[in-house]
């Protein structure tokens, strides 16, 4: 292209659906972070792209430009360095079992995460959780830990990426967090700029994700491959489905509370399953475990305690109660519990999980604009998954919440999003399910 | 509604395709013009407004909102008002014949204008082709010109509706001016808060009019109507087919003189046709002239010269030349002179009227942001239209351009929008076609 598009030409040619080089999404892009473009000629981009989707060289541009917006990590000098990211999902809190799952088998895990969009919340949200934990490090502290301990995690540091937060502040504003194109360029600006060689992506799927379908997961996925063609990556992706709240906690503390049963050995098996796929494919990734190997190399060392001593030094380095894992009493839980009362008996047959990640958010534990501060100490219990018993008068979750009234409206959402059936002989179906 | 919705909610809202009635959109829109939003948040709602339309009640919050931004004309004392407003469309120039012939017929017609949006002129662009002509009166003056003269045309006084001023300059950086909610939402906040009891609407549609089909112009006429309903107006719609510009010259010194082509009983059959039937419906609806009969007398008055002699009073009062109308040699033209050539023998099957009108935007008569300033002098003429025989070498338009390279590209690109086909036996459809 010899005269470069002007912003709003190229966002004249977008709204045409009009073929857009990579490089003018870069120029553009990049001409809004230096505040050559305003604000609204980026949401307006955003937006396109939310309702129609990007194409790959859109994405690539976008991608391009938030790498270019700051610093690389190198980490040559750690040996078999990994890093993992997710799209998101409500009740996903497999990074923090995979993390020091992982660091376990060997490799050097230097993880960077954000805070919670939308109706998920974030790693970095519940980390802050844990009582003493710093989510800040300067970049020499961080890499001097994941040599020293095996792995670090880390509020995003704004020398890398900075364009990300920027864009992400301004996707939180205009309700375009979900778009599954802008966040393959969102995650593989930080994972590539982070500078792990091996890298294992999650993608997730259902209505309580950014991909709506096992295709556009699929999709998605293999977006995420190509873009980091030619960056000398050894890319896994992992499309997993979150058409429930995976695991049975929604919440920040909640959801370190599941980690922790998991990393001793026991919690949800969905969330175990996840958890030891991350890390197994992250290890062979990295080239510390066989190919084919990982995950049962994970689960040895879920079953074994290894992950849980890794975890334990893991936090304590980073200024945590290491305590955490083996107490979760030292979690703060919120003052009110309040039962979702079943009203019949019958069978689980399907949980909305957007309508639960929405709840829990009102509920205190996500945001409903972007400068709110996340209660961490509130969420719920999930009782009863899909193709479960529940029995008309018992619990089929438990919420906790900072008081009666926020806790009796959720119990109220709660129930609409549990679909009960009432089916005979479905006893089969809940012990197999059951963890 | 209990509690507003905060910004972000209303957007989730209309991201997921939910219901958001009326006053939650007044109140958004009213608070992103108190600054309580950013200009990311309206930019993002005018893009999913451009990408999926809008439902009537939120067109209807939108339009509420932008009127109670500012004052309402009161224009009771002058007896039978009336005001005209378009959708636009390429060449579309009939405002400025159809104003002077309703002025003619009794009607007291207080117009107000904008500037150019897109890939079309606007009426006070075109207006500021004319030397001396003032396009800002205060508004006592304006209503003073109008009692008086019988008619008056102004550019968009900030004391009414200073909102839809910001609107339209958010709507021009992002690409999102062609959207036919936001635009009828903008033309009936200006008509409503404008003061004229007896309103004629003109909804343009194909390829180079904001509706594509003739579907979406009468949906859009009858939206108009249904936004006007409460506020005592008497509302008639004009639906106007823009397949290929309207009339012959697209540009604004040029369409101002195809104009007094027209006042003076000549210049094209289609444009007479249109201001005509604007200028009759106006009479109507203001109750000057008796049911049915508005066009024929519009006509007699193209005919008789009153009209033309009330297009030299109007803007003589504006300090304008009067002689515009009848010397147009006072109107300035662009040095260079391109012809665009047939290259075969045919008949013109279509012209894309989009493209001539992005054409000529890029010439200089239009705007590619929004600060540009308008090239009064440059535009196209026309010397074939659908239906009329060409004939290799000769020209198929005139180019008026600043310079032989912009000319020469606009001739290149006049070729490719005007579509001949080598068909025998036209003759009759150009003979009949032609005015």
Redesign the interface.
């Known amino acids: 292209m010899a005269i470069p598009l002007?912003p709003?030409?190229l966002?004249?040619r977008?709204?045409r659906g009009e073929y857009v080089d990579a490089d003018s999404v870069r120029r553009f892009v990049r001409s809004w972070l230096s505040d050559g473009a305003?604000?609204?000629?980026?949401?307006?981009w955003?937006?396109?792209a939310?309702?129609?989707g990007l194409d790959r060289e859109s994405t690539q541009g976008l991608m391009a430009a938030l790498i270019g917006s700051g610093e690389r990590l190198d980490l040559a000098s750690l040996g078999a360095t990994g890093d993992l990211h997710s799209t998101g999902g409500v009740g996903d809190n497999a990074s923090l079992v995979a993390v020091p799952l992982a660091a376990a088998l060997g490799v050097r895990v230097a993880k960077m995460s954000r805070r919670g969009l939308g109706h998920w919340g974030g790693t970095i949200d519940k980390l802050e959780a844990i009582p003493g934990y710093r989510t800040t490090l300067e970049l020499g502290e961080f890499i001097g830990q994941v040599q020293r301990v095996g792995c670090a995690v880390i509020a995003h540091n704004p020398r890398l990426v900075p364009g990300d937060g920027r864009l992400t502040s301004?996707r939180?504003?205009?309700?375009?967090v979900a778009n599954r194109d802008l966040i393959a360029a969102s995650v593989m600006s930080k994972a590539l700029a982070g500078g792990a060689t091996a890298l294992a992506l999650e993608v997730t799927w259902g209505d309580g994700a950014a991909c709506g379908t096992l295709e556009q997961a699929q999709r998605t996925a293999e977006l995420m491959q190509w873009l980091a063609v030619g960056w000398e990556r050894e890319v896994r992706t992992i499309v997993t489905a979150i058409r429930e709240p995976l695991g049975r906690m929604i919440g920040n503390a909640l959801e370190v509370r599941e980690a922790s049963d998991v990393l001793r050995g026991g919690g949800p098996a969905d969330l175990r399953r996840v958890a030891a796929r991350i890390a197994g494919e992250l290890a062979e990734a990295a080239g510390v475990v066989a190919a084919g190997e990982g995950v049962t190399r994970a689960e040895v060392a879920l079953a074994d305690g290894s992950g849980l001593a890794m975890a334990e030094r893991w936090v304590e380095a980073q200024g945590g109660n290491p305590a955490v894992w083996s107490t979760p009493a030292v979690l703060a839980i919120a003052p009110v519990g309040v039962p979702a009362l079943a009203d019949r008996d019958g069978v689980v047959e399907s949980i909305d999980a957007r309508a639960i990640g929405e709840s829990v958010r009102r509920l205190g534990a996500g945001r409903?604009?972007p400068s709110q501060q996340v209660d961490h100490a509130v969420g719920i219990e999930l009782m009863a998954k899909v193709g479960e018993t529940v029995t008309s008068g018992a619990p089929i979750a438990m919420i906790h919440a900072r008081d009666a009234s926020l806790g009796d409206n959720c119990a109220t959402e709660i129930l609409a999003a549990v679909h009960v059936g009432v089916r005979a002989g479905a006893g089969d179906a809940a012990t197999t399910a059951r963890d």
Chains 1, 2 share one sequence.
């Open positions: 002007s709003l030409e966002l004249e977008t709204w305003p604000d609204s000629q980026m949401a307006a955003c937006a396109i939310q309702a129609r301004l939180e504003a205009t309700g375009t409903l604009h």
